[in-house]
DNA sequence: GAATTTTATGAAAACGTTTTCATTTTATGG
DNA sequence: CCATAAAATGAAAACGTTTTCATAAAATTC
């Protein structure tokens, strides 16, 4: 059809035959080279405007070993921190010019491995990755960090010393202050439903609700404390053995929304008034949690804080060249989102 | 720190040192060409493994005029649809060893305009969109067009002739089940809130209201109708509007989710009953509508039959390089699905 | 077994930049 | 105004593939 007026694109080459440069020259006044006249630049600016040139990112990219793209790896977009946090790293990382290529794991960790691999042969100039549930060995990153590509995890990141940078929610006041909340609400019979303590985010939350427990002389009972995947129907199998017992929990702190969620259907299906005779809060701050009745108290995590974070220690990293590893990792506060189920 | 230790990538050259071949054959045997022996192949295959070769995209790219990425265009990954069907698109994509760029133009033209200028630039091989709302003028993806990249709009598609490939909702038949079902529940006075008609989306799904209405021989009250962008706030105004006349609707056909649950919240604040007073549709399946009290009735859009239909394509184009331009729609069928407040 | 066809391989150019090194031009100081 | 330093430009190689064209090796025909 078409296939005749291939409108080619302008090259380098173009621009310097039309100014009676060299294409090093060319080269040098589109990159700001300092050697280059101004009056050579803003020339070469114009020309290329008037010919509507685009650099080509692949000759590019071959020559210099720089892409002009950031790699993401995330476990489901379709989930609302994620999908929220990803929209801030776009958005910003466009403003510099890069690019972002957004990959899934589906929280499978052969996916995520195969990714890192795919990422690496790409020739990404760096990384970004909430890592997988499951994911406690990092050695499939190696290539990526020993190559001198920056290696940023955020939400979920890894347990031990990684030559990354970290960049995480508080989850210890998370989890702290959903517990005092129930607390001060006047619960003493709190259950508590985790998720597996192979991630940090289960293992900090938790440890934030034992403190508070704690701190307010509260026993934490074991019967009530559940680590498993956070999942709609495991968090309703975990309802029915408590609430079948001769004692029963007064509050429960879900360490995600979709947990809380169920709890709270659950409470509904057997005649548990909530927040009367149940209290509940979950976590993330999911919008599903302002719609249900009663709306849900749940713990904000400031997506686009984590997302800006991000893209401000990469670029960071990226102009620096090297890069300051085994820091501390950067913590974004989070915060109570206080509602009808508490 | 760890910079001297950079383990540099092995290439064709490492592979045909080895072997003792040019690196011609390699990159045939690679490409699987069929002017090479099969002994030959697998000896390179098994070689290409053994040093960890990665085929240098930008290297093969730049040579080839072939990315194997693909560029993705869409408003915003947060909703739940889109999310949705970019999962299923990357999933299949990434089976065909296809990368896939997600951008996002936050609903603004402007953005989807630079958007289609730098994917353009990046040289993808093909391109996905969801159009803006508010595009109404498509030549911002002539270039791409007509350098012989396929082009597949989805969802939100041009209105006229365009030389590229729509693949969409049956919208037409979504409104019409709606409204039928609400007919059929027994409402008369039915209200309808739509998007702008700049959009195929709501041009459709209004019409198929219209053809039920008429069908059933009841009257369209124009005050009840309203086309508007579908937010929170203008559903509750229009909602405001049309319960404080002297005829008030029995029904409400609401052209997406959000609007339905903001006219369920005025619903509730207002001592309205649904459904007893009040029926209520929505569109599109978001997991919200599931949630919420009563639980929404609302039309699903099968994302994942609209993605795998989308790499469908795709690659039938990508493999036969030649598009049949101008064809009619592919148009994907949507199901009613029945809640409580209907 | 020579002539021809088919199959498999190699040499070298090409893709569009960036960058090193060399060279020319311009500015500076005495 | 010459010597020198600094600034601006150019020539050419390089990045790692793919591909055209040529050639060598193997298979086929008579």
């Given at each position: 059809m078409n296939k005749d007026k291939k409108p080619q694109q302008n090259t380098i080459l173009d621009i310097a035959e039309a100014l009676k440069l060299s294409p090093a020259t060319i080269s040098r006044a589109l990159n700001n080279?300092?050697?280059?006249k101004e009056k050579t630049k803003s020339d070469v600016l114009k020309m290329a405007a008037q010919l509507g040139y685009r650099r080509n990112q692949m000759a590019s990219g071959l020559r210099?070993?720089?892409?002009h793209t950031v790699g993401l790896i995330v476990p489901?977009?379709?989930?609302f921190f994620h999908a929220e946090v990803i929209t801030t790293i776009q958005n910003a990382l466009h403003k510099h010019g890069y690019n972002l290529i957004i990959c899934q794991s589906n929280d499978l960790l052969t996916m995520e491995e195969e990714l890192a691999d795919i990422l690496y042969a790409s020739r990404v100039d760096a990384l970004i990755v909430a890592c997988t549930?499951?994911?406690?060995?990092?050695?499939?990153f190696d290539k990526l960090v020993s190559s001198g590509i920056p290696v940023i995890f955020y939400?979920?990141?890894?347990?031990?010393?990684?030559p990354a940078t970290f960049i995480k929610g508080d989850d210890f006041r998370g989890g702290y202050l959903a517990t005092c909340h129930l607390i001060e609400t006047g619960s003493q019979k709190i259950a508590h439903i985790s998720g597996k303590l192979s991630s940090n985010l289960y293992q900090d939350r938790t440890a934030g609700f034992r403190k508070a427990m704690e701190q307010h002389q509260l026993p934490v009972n074991p019967d009530w404390v559940f680590h498993q995947e956070l999942t709609h129907e495991n968090a309703k199998e975990a309802m029915t053995k408590m609430f079948s017992g001769a004692i029963v929990p007064d509050a429960l702190f879900s360490a995600n929304d979709v947990t809380a969620i169920a709890a709270l259907e659950f409470a509904k299906e057997n005649g548990?008034?909530?927040?009367?005779d149940l209290k509940i809060i979950g976590y993330?701050?999911?919008?599903?949690t302002s719609i249900i009745t009663p709306a849900l108290s749940t713990i904000e995590q400031y997506p686009a804080k984590v997302g800006q974070k991000i893209v401000e220690v990469l670029m960071e990293q990226l102009k620096n060249g090297e890069r300051e590893v085994g820091q501390k990792p950067y913590v974004i506060p989070v915060d109570l989102i206080r509602r009808m189920s508490s």
């Open positions: 080279h300092p050697h280059v210099s070993n720089k892409t489901r977009i379709s989930m549930l499951q994911t406690t060995d990092f050695s499939h939400d979920r990141v890894p347990l031990d010393a990684y548990i008034q909530v927040p009367r993330s701050n999911d919008p599903r």
